[in-house]
C-alpha cells in the first residue's frame, strides 16, 4: 500500500524533530574531540554532525512512514517467544530445577575457570539483590531507587562487626541483614504517605544520604578509603587461606589436598547461590501468605486495601524492611567476597541496575530477574574488549527490551492460590 | 421487612449525628443524623452531588468529618468512626464497603481478592508469618477455612467458574458481584454499598436485590444503600434517608418518601433525575 501524502508529511515532520534533537547532543558529543595532550587545541569535526544528524533524520523517517503504512493485522498469533513461554509454562517448576542444578554443576565444569567462576557469584549477587528487591518494586509496587543503601548497611555491618567485634562471617550474617532491615523500617516511616515518582525521589535521596554519611565519617567507616583486610569466611571453621594461624585449620590441609586458589572463589559461588536461592524461596512462600497478598494488593489499590482492613503502614514498612534485610545480607557476602570497601562501590547506578534488572525481568517474576541478571551484569563484563561502546551496547540492550517487551522479559504473573489445584476446585 | 420491623425498636447499630463535612467553601455534607439498624437496609437516595457518597467516605474514614459523631455499637464495644484509623473501621468496627466506581485488586484472582479481605484473621493465625513460613498446622487449617468461606460465597454469586481468573479481565456486572463478595468475606457487622446496581441490566439488577435481601435476612447485619434505581431502592429498603446539597430532607419507608412533597420537589428540581429513576 503506497504511502499517503498526509502520512509522509507527518514522517517529515517526526523526522525534523528527531533531527533537531539529534544535532544538539551531536554537537558537544561527536563534534568535538577532546585533546590527548593538553597543549593540543580542541579539535572541531563538523562532518561527524552531519553524519549524526543525517543519520537520525532518515532513519526515523523510515521508521515513521513504515509504521503508518503498515496494515494493522486482524489476527495476529503471538509473537514467537510469548507461544514458546506459554509452551513451557507447565514446565516451568522443571525448567527452573533443571536450571537450578546447571547452576550448583557450574564451578564443578572442566571448562569453568577463575573467571568464569568469579563472575557467576557476581551473577549471583545481582540475582539476590533482584530478588530482594522483588518483594519491595515488584510485590509491594514501591518504586525504590535507593536499595544500594541497604546494600551497603549491609556490608558495613559486617565489616564493621568482623573488624571490631571479631564475629566470623556467619555470626554476623544475620546481625547485618536485621541493621540492614532496621534501615529498611527508618526509610520507610517518611515515606508512608509518598507513592510513585515522590517516593522514587525519596528513596534516592536516602540512598546517596547513606554514602555521604559513609564518606565523611571516616573514624568508623574509613572515609573514601574503605576499609580493607575484611576477613574471609569460613567452612565450619576451615579457612581458605595457604597457610592458617596457630590453630586452625585450612580447607586443604583437612581434605589432604594441595592448596589452591580456586577452593575460595568455588566456595564464595556456592555461599552467594545459598543465600541467593535463601532469598528465592523466602520470597515464594511469603508471596502465598497474608503478608505477600496484602503486599499485592497495596500494590494495586491503597484505597481498596485500607477499606479490607489492612493497616497500610504496616504492610509498607514490612515491605521496606523485608527488602532491605536481603540486601544486607548480600551486602555482607559482597563484603567479605571483596575483602575491601569503600563508599565507590555503592554508587546510585548500582541502584539503577538492581531496579533495571527487576523491571527488564518482568515485575515480580522470579525467573526474568535471573535473566536480567544474566544480560546486565554480563553484558558488560563481556563486551570490555569494545571499551567505548560498553556503555553504548548496554543502553542499546535495555531500549531494545523496553520497545520489544514493555512489561518486562518475563511478565506472567502465577497467582498465590488456586481453587482449581483443589477437590472440588473450579473447572 | 419482617425481620427489619422487629429490629426498629431496638439500639441501632450506627448512629449519624449532625454529621458536617465541608470542603473549602463546599457544604457537601450538612448536619445530617440518622440511623442504620442491624437486619435493615436503609437507603440514602438523592440527586447528583447530593454528598451520599461523601458520607460513606465519613463513616469508612476516607474523610474526617470538620464536625458532627459517627458511632457503631458491635457486640459490646463502641467505636467512634469520626476518630478511629480507616484500617480499624473495616477491622475492628466491621464496617465493609463498596465503591461507586468499583475497587478491586485487577491483576490479582477472584480468590486472592476475597482472601485478603481476610487479612487480619489469617494474618493472626500465621503470627504475622512465621507459622505461615514455617507452614504449621495451625496457619494452614486458617487457610483452609478462609478458602471455605470465599468458596462459598463463590458458589453462592455462582462465581464458582471464575476463581482462578484476573479480576481485571471479567465482565463489569461480575465484577460488581465479586466486590460485594469481597466486602462480605470480611464478615462485616455493617455493609456499604455504592450504587451496586450502576451499569448492570435489568436481569442482573433482579438479582442484585435478591442478594442484597438474602444477605440481610441470613446474616442479620446492617445495610446501608446508595442507589439511583429507584425501583430497586422503594422495592428492598425498610428505611429510606433522603438527602439534597448534604442536608436530610425527609426519612421514613419507602411509602413515606415516595409521597413526601419535599422528596418530588428535590427531584423535580434535577433535569436529568424528573421522575425519579435513576439519574445514572
Ligand atoms: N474530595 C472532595 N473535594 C472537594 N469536593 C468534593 C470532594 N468529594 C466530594 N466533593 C463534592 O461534594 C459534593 C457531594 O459529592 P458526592 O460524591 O458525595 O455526591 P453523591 O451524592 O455521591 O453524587 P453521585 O450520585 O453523583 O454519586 C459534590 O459537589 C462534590 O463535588
Ligand atoms: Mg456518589
Known amino acids: 500500500m503506497a504511502p499517503q501524502a498526509s502520512s509522509i508529511s507527518a514522517a517529515l515532520r517526526e523526522a525534523s524533530l528527531a533531527a533537531a534533537v539529534a544535532l544538539v547532543l551531536a554537537l558537544p558529543l561527536a563534534g568535538v574531540r577532546l585533546p590527548s595532550g593538553a597543549a593540543e587545541p580542541l579539535a572541531f569535526r563538523p562532518w561527524w554532525v552531519v553524519a549524526a544528524v543525517l543519520a537520525v533524520f532518515v532513519g526515523r523517517f523510515l521508521i515513521a512512514l513504515h509504521i503508518s503504512t503498515r496494515r494493522p493485522r486482524a489476527f495476529a498469533a503471538p509473537p514467537l517467544f510469548d507461544r514458546a513461554l506459554g509452551a513451557m509454562t507447565p514446565w516451568r517448576r522443571w525448567i527452573f530445577a533443571g536450571f537450578i542444578v546447571a547452576v550448583a554443576l557450574l564451578p564443578l565444569m572442566p571448562f569453568a575457570d577463575r573467571r568464569m567462576i568469579d563472575l557467576g557469584s557476581l551473577v549471583l549477587i545481582y540475582v539476590m539483590l533482584g530478588w530482594g528487591l522483588n518483594i519491595v518494586v515488584g510485590l509491594a509496587g514501591l518504586l525504590d531507587l535507593g536499595y544500594v543503601a541497604f546494600y551497603a548497611v549491609g556490608a558495613y555491618s559486617y565489616t564493621l562487626l ?45 540512598g546517596e544520604m547513606i554514602r555521604i554519611v559513609l564518606i565523611n565519617w571516616s573514624d568508623l567507616t574509613g572515609g573514601s578509603e574503605g576499609i580493607s583486610s575484611i576477613p574471609a569466611p569460613t567452612l565450619f571453621g576451615l579457612s581458605f587461606t595457604a597457610n592458617p594461624a596457630a590453630g586452625e585449620t585450612a580447607f586443604h590441609q583437612f581434605f589432604g589436598i594441595p592448596f589452591a586458589g580456586v577452593h575460595k572463589l568455588i566456595f564464595l559461588y556456592y555461599l552467594i547461590l545459598a543465600l541467593a536461592l535463601l532469598t528465592h524461596v523466602f520470597s515464594m512462600r511469603i ?141 | 421487612m419482617s425481620a427489619a420491623h422487629a429490629m426498629q425498636s431496638e439500639l441501632p447499630l450506627l448512629e449519624v449525628r449532625d454529621l458536617t463535612m465541608r470542603f473549602g467553601g463546599l457544604t457537601a455534607v450538612d448536619r445530617l443524623t440518622f440511623a442504620a439498624h442491624s437486619g435493615a437496609i436503609t437507603a440514602l437516595i438523592g440527586p447528583n452531588g447530593a454528598g451520599k457518597t461523601t458520607v460513606f467516605n465519613c463513616i469508612t474514614g476516607f474523610y474526617r468529618p470538620t464536625s458532627g459523631a459517627i458511632v457503631i455499637e458491635r457486640g459490646d464495644e463502641t467505636y467512634r468512626l469520626d476518630r478511629l484509623a480507616g484500617h480499624r473501621i473495616a477491622r475492628d468496627a466491621g464496617v465493609a464497603r463498596t465503591f461507586q466506581n468499583i475497587r478491586l485488586f485487577p491483576n490479582m484472582t477472584v480468590l486472592e481478592n476475597l482472601l485478603v479481605a481476610q487479612h487480619a484473621r489469617l494474618m493472626r493465625a500465621s503470627a504475622f508469618s512465621l507459622a505461615g513460613l514455617l507452614g504449621l498446622r495451625r496457619y494452614r487449617d486458617a487457610e483452609e477455612a478462609g478458602i471455605a468461606l470465599a468458596r462459598s460465597w463463590l458458589e453462592r454469586l455462582d462465581l464458582v467458574q471464575y476463581a482462578d481468573r484476573d479480576c481485571g479481565t471479567l465482565a463489569y456486572g461480575l465484577q460488581r458481584k465479586i466486590e460485594i463478595a469481597r466486602a462480605m468475606c470480611t464478615q462485616p457487622a455493617l455493609l456499604c454499598l455504592d450504587e451496586p446496581a450502576a451499569g448492570l441490566n435489568p436481569r442482573e439488577t433482579t438479582e442484585l436485590s435478591r442478594l442484597i435481601i438474602s444477605i440481610r435476612d441470613e446474616f442479620g447485619i446492617g445495610i446501608l444503600l446508595i442507589e439511583h434505581d429507584m425501583s430497586l431502592v422503594m422495592g428492598i429498603s425498610d428505611r429510606i434517608v433522603v438527602l439534597d446539597h448534604g442536608a436530610r430532607i425527609s426519612e421514613g419507608t419507602p411509602a413515606e418518601v415516595r409521597s413526601d412533597p419535599a422528596v418530588i420537589r428535590a427531584y423535580l428540581g434535577e433535569d436529568d433525575t424528573a421522575n425519579g429513576e435513576g439519574g445514572r
Not at chain 1, 171 to 189: N, W
Open chain 1, 287 to 427: 508471596r502465598r501468605l497474608p503478608v505477600g497478598r496484602a503486599w499485592e494488593a497495596l500494590r494495586e489499590d491503597e484505597i481498596a486495601s485500607r477499606a479490607l482492613g489492612l493497616n497500610p503502614v504496616m504492610v509498607k514498612l514490612s515491605a521496606f524492611g523485608i527488602g532491605a534485610m536481603f540486601a544486607g545480607f548480600a551486602g555482607a557476602f559482597f563484603a567479605t567476597r571483596q575483602g575491601f570497601i569503600n563508599p565507590s562501590s555503592f554508587t546510585f547506578i548500582e541502584s539503577a541496575i538492581i531496579l533495571a534488572i527487576v523491571v527488564l525481568g518482568g515485575m515480580g517474576s522470579q525467573m526474568g530477574v535471573v535473566c536480567a541478571a544474566l544480560v546486565l551484569v554480563l553484558l558488560p563484563e563481556l563486551a570490555r574488549d569494545l571499551a567505548g561502546f560498553r556503555m553504548l551496547l548496554f543502553g542499546a540492550a535495555m531500549v531494545a527490551i523496553m520497545v520489544w517487551r514493555p512489561r518486562g522479559l518475563l511478565s506472567h504473573r502465577e497467582p498465590s492460590v488456586r481453587l482449581g489445584d483443589r477437590a472440588g476446585g473450579a473447572p
Open chain 1, 162 to 206: 568482623a573488624i571490631h567485634f571479631d564475629l566470623n562471617f556467619w555470626e554476623s550474617l544475620p546481625l547485618a541483614g536485621a541493621f540492614a532491615a532496621l534501615f529498611g523500617v527508618l526509610l520507610g516511616f517518611p515515606v508512608l504517605r509518598l507513592r510513585g515518582d515522590y517516593l522514587a525521589i525519596v528513596t534516592l535521596g536516602f
